[in-house]
C-alpha cells in the first residue's frame, strides 16, 4: 500500500483533493448563499486543485451561522439591557422626531433596532473630521485628558512615528492609573517586540485580535476586525476610516496625499460603541470583563443630533451596515452620494442604485484613480460600465488616495464608518459605521463631499467604453474574484 502511495502520489493527492471538493461542494449548494458567490466557489474549487480547497476554507465559510464568537454575554447583561431600554425610543416619540427625521429614516431606525439591538441615540455633539493629522491632533487631546479608561480597537495599528507617539501616550496614561485596554488585528497591525515589552511594562492591556502564524502572508485571507474606535471615559467615541499609521498622515515626506474622513461623537451614541468593544475585549482577552456604571457615565450632552451605530460582522445575525447603506438608496428622493475606495458591491446595492438612478435620483460615486490593490482596481472597474448605463455619475479622485467611506442622502441622513462598499465589508470582515439623522451635519458631509469632486475627474460614458480589450479582460478576471477580495 505505501509502495503504491509512493509511486503514485500524485494521483492520489488529486484524487483526495476531488473527494475534498465534491464534499464541499455539496456543502455549499445546500448553503441559501448568492448564487454569484456560489458558482465562484465551485470554479475556483474545480479549477485549481488543492489551492480551491485553501481559498475555501479561509472564505467559504459561513460564519454568521456558526459564529466565531456570541455576543449575548454582554447584550444580555443587565447593566446594558438597562441603558439600551432608555435608549430605545417608542413609536411615538419617533414620531414627534418628525421634523428633523423623515419617515423612511424612522423605518431605517426600527429596521436596525429590530436586526442588532442598535438603538436611536438622541442627544449627541457630533465632529467630522478631514484627514489623519486632524484626527490625530484632537484624539491625542482627548487622550490626555483621559480620567477613567481609554477603550481602543484598531484595524491598523504600526509603530511608525504616528504609532509610537499613540503608543508613547497610550503608557504615559497607563502609568498615570488610566485602565487601557487595546485590541488591534494581527493581519492589519506590525507592531515590534520591543513597543509590545514598553506596553507591557506600562500597563496597558493589549491583544491581538484572532493571530495568525505568519500575518504578512495571511494578506485578507481571514474573517479580519476592520474596524476603528476609540472610547474615552464612555464619554467620548471616535470612529472612521483612519487607522493608525504614517500612511494616514499628510507628512511632508509621504508619497501620497491620503484623504480620509473620521467621526468624534460626545454623547449618548457612544454607549453604544462601548458596548461593541467590551463585546470584542471579551473575546479577544477571552474572559468576561465585569461591567460597571463606569463605563457608561451619565451624559451631559444636550445637543440633539440623533445617532444610531450600526455594527456588523461574523457576530450578527444580518447584514446590518449593507442593509442599512441598501434601504438608504432604495428610498432616496432627491440624490445619493457616494464615497469609497474599494467598490466591489453585492447585486443588491448595484440594483439599488440603478433603480434610484433611473427613477430620477442623482446618484454620484466617487473613488480613487489610483488604488493601492490591482486586483481590486480591475474589479471595480468591472462593474462601472452598467452604472454609467444607468446614468450614475462616477467621478475618481486625482489628488491622491481617498479612502474615507462615506455616504449622504437627501440633506438629511449621512453614515460615516469603517465599511467599505465591498463583499470583504458587507459579509466577512468586522465593521461599523454611524449613522446620522441630521440636516445640518448631511449638508456638511455633502460640502465635503463637492468639495472632493474638484478634485476629480468625471468618467465619461462614451470613452469608457472605448477603453481597450486588455482591460475588459482584466476586468473580467478580477470580477471572477470579486466574492472573495
Not at 457615565?297 to 460582522?313: D, E, F, M, Y
Not at 457616494?338 to 442604485?353: G, K, S
Request: with cysteine.
Amino acid at each position: 500500500m505505501l509502495d503504491f502511495i509512493s509511486q503514485y502520489w500524485w494521483t492520489v493527492a488529486i484524487v483526495l483533493n476531488y473527494i475534498l471538493v465534491i464534499i464541499a461542494v455539496a456543502t455549499i449548494l445546500f448553503k441559501s448563499i448568492n448564487p454569484t458567490k456560489t458558482l465562484t466557489y465551485i470554479i475556483v474549487l474545480l479549477v485549481f486543485p488543492f489551492f480551491g480547497l485553501i481559498v475555501y476554507y479561509f472564505f467559504g465559510q459561513e460564519y454568521r451561522k456558526d459564529k466565531i464568537f456570541n455576543r449575548k454575554d454582554v447584550l444580555n447583561n443587565t447593566l446594558i439591557k438597562s441603558i439600551n431600554q432608555k435608549l430605545n425610543l417608542d413609536p411615538e416619540t419617533l414620531t414627534s422626531y418628525e421634523a428633523n427625521i423623515e419617515e423612511d429614516q424612522i423605518r431605517l431606525i426600527h429596521l436596525l433596532q429590530k436586526n442588532d439591538k442598535s438603538p436611536l441615540t438622541k442627544y449627541n455633539d457630533i465632529e467630522i473630521i478631514l484627514n489623519g493629522e486632524n484626527k490625530f491632533e484632537i484624539l491625542f487631546k482627548d487622550i490626555q485628558n483621559a480620567k477613567e479608561h481609554i477603550h481602543i480597537e484598531y484595524y491598523i495599528l504600526k509603530d511608525d512615528k504616528i504609532g509610537t507617539k499613540f503608543i508613547d501616550l497610550l503608557c504615559q496614561k497607563a502609568k498615570e492609573g488610566i485602565i487601557v485596554r487595546l485590541s488591534f488585528d494581527d493581519v492589519g497591525s506590525k507592531i515590534s517586540s520591543k513597543m509590545k515589552k514598553k506596553m507591557t511594562e506600562s500597563g496597558v492591556n493589549f491583544y491581538a485580535f484572532m493571530p495568525v502564524l505568519f500575518p504578512r502572508f495571511a494578506g485578507k485571507m481571514n474573517y479580519r476586525n476592520h474596524r476603528k474606535i476609540v472610547i474615552i471615559d464612555g464619554e467620548i467615541g471616535f470612529v472612521g476610516g483612519i487607522n493608525v499609521s504614517d500612511t494616514y498622515v499628510n507628512y511632508p515626506e509621504n508619497k501620497a496625499y491620503w484623504r480620509d474622513t473620521h467621526l468624534k461623537i460626545v454623547g449618548e451614541a457612544v454607549f453604544t460603541l462601548q458596548t461593541q468593544f467590551l463585546t470584542n475585549w471579551n473575546f479577544v482577552a477571552d474572559t468576561t470583563l465585569e461591567l460597571d456604571r463606569s463605563f457608561f457615565p451619565q451624559n451631559k450632552v444636550q445637543t440633539i443630533q440623533p445617532v444610531q451605530i450600526a455594527a456588523s460582522g461574523p457576530d450578527t445575525d444580518w447584514a446590518n451596515i449593507m442593509e442599512a447603506i441598501f434601504f438608504s438608496i432604495v428610498t432616496a428622493e432627491d440624490y445619493v452620494y457616494i464615497t469609497t475606495p474599494y467598490f466591489i458591491p453585492n447585486d443588491q446595492i448595484i440594483t439599488a442604485m440603478q433603480v434610484a438612478s433611473k427613477s430620477g435620483v442623482d446618484v454620484r460615486l466617487l473613488i480613487p484613480h489610483k488604488s493601492d490593490s490591482w486586483t481590486a482596481k480591475h474589479a471595480t472597474n468591472s462593474y462601472l460600465e452598467q452604472l454609467l448605463e444607468a446614468n450614475i455619475k462616477i467621478y475618481r479622485y486625482e489628488k491622491g488616495f481617498i479612502h474615507a467611506k462615506t455616504m449622504v442622502v437627501d440633506d438629511v441622513f449621512t453614515t460615516i464608518g469603517t465599511c467599505n462598499m465591498d463583499y470583504r465589508s458587507f459579509n466577512i470582515n468586522f465593521e461599523i459605521n454611524a449613522l446620522i439623522y441630521n440636516k445640518d451635519k448631511a449638508k456638511e458631509a455633502k460640502a465635503i463631499f463637492m468639495n472632493d469632486l474638484e478634485s476629480a475627474a468625471q468618467i465619461d460614458f462614451n470613452q469608457w467604453t472605448e477603453r481597450s480589450n486588455i482591460k475588459r479582460i482584466q476586468e473580467a478576471y478580477c470580477r471572477l474574484w470579486a466574492p472573495l477580495l
